[in-house]
């Protein structure tokens, strides 16, 4: 069941003025992919991506980068502010991504885990990821338990060192 809060244009259109982008916490997981990916990044798909701001700074890590969400309003801003070449977005729930298995080398969602069904869309990331891929939960509430064995655990002990 997805969550549906960014449907408003007024809403939406605020968020994309006050919304702080996380330019460091992107440099720690592209530091953190680097040796195990061997620097080849291909793919990164930024789950519930909004209006996209966080979507653009993967842009010159990865060949192609796919920002997806529920909301049209969202993606609309998205679309409109797109500047990259290698960026686009998509329409769909975070519970069922748009993605073959096996083919993402990233899965973001920066403060958006928190709307979705998450076993259900940890689920998701993983048949999406490749072997050796990387999920990144950014948010502000992480005390949040996170339900899939001790694999985001692992992340965040390593993020944060
Ligand atoms: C707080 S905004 C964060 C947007 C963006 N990631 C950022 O950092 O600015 C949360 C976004 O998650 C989207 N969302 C909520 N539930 C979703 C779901 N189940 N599947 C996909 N997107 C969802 C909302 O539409 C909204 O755009």
């Known amino acids: 069941m997805a969550f549906r809060f960014f449907e408003e244009s007024a809403h939406v259109a605020a968020y994309l003025q006050y919304r702080v982008t996380p330019h460091e916490l992107i440099n720690k997981i592209i530091d953190f992919m680097g040796p195990k990916l061997q620097n080849k990044f291909n793919l990164a798909v930024d ?42 977005y998509r329409q769909s729930p975070a519970e069922q991504l748009p993605f073959e298995s096996s083919q993402v080398d990233l899965v973001t969602a920066t403060t958006a885990a928190h709307w979705f069904d998450r076993p259900r869309f940890l689920k998701e990331a993983e048949r999406v990821l490749k072997p050796n891929g990387c999920l990144a939960l950014l948010g502000n509430m992480m005390d949040r338990a996170l339900e899939y064995g001790d694999a985001t655990r692992f992340f965040f002990s390593q993020i944060n060192k």
């Open 47 to 88: 789950v519930g991506c909004g209006n996209g701001k966080g979507t653009v700074l993967l842009a010159p890590y990865f060949n192609q980068v796919v920002g997806t969400d529920v909301s049209p309003a969202q993606l609309g801003l998205a679309r409109a502010n797109s500047i990259r070449q290698n960026v686009s």
